[in-house]
């Protein structure tokens, strides 16, 4: 398969200053520009996958942001803008009076073939829900979707265009969307009015949507997948969990409540008698995870996947990738089950002590807690663990305070066999991965440096010695760790930046 793209590179260019677009054109590998990044009083900057180029010696001027503004089109509520018939999306930053003093160009791709990857995902009729971290691709595969159920498949499909980040800028849609039709959104708080109306005014069979993210959204896509119509669309997040714990949009997955047990119901499942399940089919299918460029995870039944989750029982989606070749590889990450049926996932790499040999693995029984994330806070830590199904099979019991108070009887024959029982604060994988931390002490390695040094930084914000303090780039399980113990420290923080390079950032 051989993927073919358009950029209309010189459209974005031509609204630069002169001086600045010659420098842009006389860079290497133009076919990877990202964005411009133009703020008022700092030298401008063209970004790169990897990389950073210094466009000019000279900082930018209020003229200089004056010439690109008069050269795009107009900025609607979310504060982008584009340039008629082109992907490109521009964003502006603005003072407190309202006035521009910043701009991001951001360089809007049409690439043909991406969807193949999932096309028989796509071609099922099934409504699927794209997540991913920004710049991974999502609105450009959203894109060709449209374009293939239009073109190739004969559908009647309406976009709902928020950002015209789907379509482009201006009244005529961008070819990259074929036949499929547009409709656009005034402004941001909108959506989920225009996307009610897409399904009532325009009969679609297909309803694409970019970035689904309030709660009024996730209740119109509900109202839309229950009417019949395929739904495409994405949303904030990085994995299925994550989505999950995010109240606002946990119910595209069928949404969480908590249940309370009978006695014997309880002691049927081995659980406490208030458990977590899912609320109501879910509003997406099938749910699809784009983890890198022709990489995702697919997970074919979501209802079934989050009782999974729920129940702490192990998930495996099938993951496919697009070789260099071309070729597409496709696995299924099936965790492994011993004779004893405990279960067991391996975590890698494994991390040896200060002194010879590997780590051995630590048998957990989590208490309350959910199987997959105690799996995903020792892989984190890099400490192999195994999950057993009693306590008297354990080197240790994890569980949460609130269990531990009511001394049920699995925990209190656990304390008489000697097993020690760890408290995590939150079942979540950072709470549960700090329990951890504090069983085996883990040679000092990149994640205990991040952490001393956030701890610094933490010690010189709230000793006023300095009114915000950026750490070094971190990969994101690193920067949630950093998060939490900022937030323990009664500070707020944020991450900024790109991937390699995004870090964390202390304030009051």
Do not use: C
């Not at 405990?342 to 890698?348: P, V």
């Amino acid at each position: 398969m051989t993927l073919r793209q358009t950029d209309e590179l010189d459209a974005l260019l031509r609204g630069l200053p002169p001086e600045l677009g010659r420098r842009v054109r006389a860079l290497d590998g133009l076919e990877g520009l990202l964005e411009i990044v133009m703020d008022l009083g700092r030298l401008p900057e063209a970004r790169f996958t990897g990389r950073e180029e210094t466009l000019s010696d000279h900082e930018v001027s209020a003229e200089d942001l004056a010439y690109v503004i008069s050269h795009i089109g107009q900025f609607g509520g979310d504060n982008r803008a584009g340039i008629e018939r082109t992907l490109h999306r521009i964003s502006a930053l603005r003072n407190r009076a309202g006035k521009v003093v910043g701009l991001t160009l951001r360089v809007g791709r049409a690439v043909y073939g991406t969807m193949e990857i999932i096309r028989d995902v796509v071609e099922s009729g099934k409504s699927i829900l794209l997540l991913g971290r920004p710049g991974v691709g999502k609105t450009t595969l959203l894109r060709e979707v449209a374009r293939v159920l239009a073109d190739e498949l004969g559908k009647r499909v309406v976009i709902v265009d928020t950002s015209n980040e789907i379509a482009g800028d201006g009244d005529i849609p961008h070819p990259g969307i074929g036949r499929a039709r547009r409709m656009q959104v005034a402004a941001p708080s909108l959506q989920h009015a225009v996307m009610i109306e897409a399904v009532e005014n325009h009969m679609p069979e297909v309803v694409v949507i970019d970035e689904i993210g309030t709660e009024q959204e996730a209740a119109a896509a509900r109202t839309i997948a229950e009417r019949g119509v395929q739904l495409i669309a994405t949303a904030h997040g990085n994995t299925l969990e994550n989505l999950m714990l995010n109240p606002t949009l946990s119910d595209l997955v069928g949404g969480i409540q908590t249940v309370t047990l009978s006695d014997e119901e309880a002691r049927r499942r081995g659980t406490q008698k208030s458990v977590l399940e899912r609320k109501a089919p879910p509003t997406f299918q099938v749910l699809v995870e784009i983890q890198a460029y022709q990489r995702v995870a697919i997970y074919h039944d979501v209802a079934q996947t989050v009782d999974a989750v729920l129940l702490g029982m192990p998930i495996a989606p099938e993951i496919r990738e697009r070789i260099a070749s071309g070729e597409l590889q496709v696995s299924t990450l099936v965790p492994s089950r011993k004779a004893s049926d405990s279960l067991e996932r391996r975590s890698t790499p494994r991390i040896a002590p200060a002194g010879n040999g590997a780590r051995e693995t630590l048998k957990v029984y989590p208490f309350g807690l959910s199987w997959s994330r105690v799996e995903d806070a020792a892989r984190g830590l890099g400490l192999p663990v195994a999950i057993v199904r009693e306590p008297e099979d354990a080197d240790i019991v994890i569980t949460l305070k609130n269990y531990y108070r009511r001394k049920t009887p699995r925990l209190r024959n656990a304390e008489s066999q000697g097993v020690p029982i760890y408290i995590a604060r939150s079942n979540s994988s950072t709470q549960i991965a700090s329990a951890l931390a504090s069983v085996v002490e883990l040679r000092r390695g990149p994640e205990d440096q991040a952490l001393a040094e956030a701890r610094e930084a933490i010690e010189q914000v709230t000793a006023g010695a300095s009114e915000e303090i950026e750490l070094s780039p971190q990969n994101a399980y690193v920067r949630k760790l950093q998060h939490e113990l900022i937030e323990r420290a009664n500070l707020s923080s944020r991450s900024t930046g790109h991937e390699p390079l995004r870090r964390v950032q202390i304030y009051r």
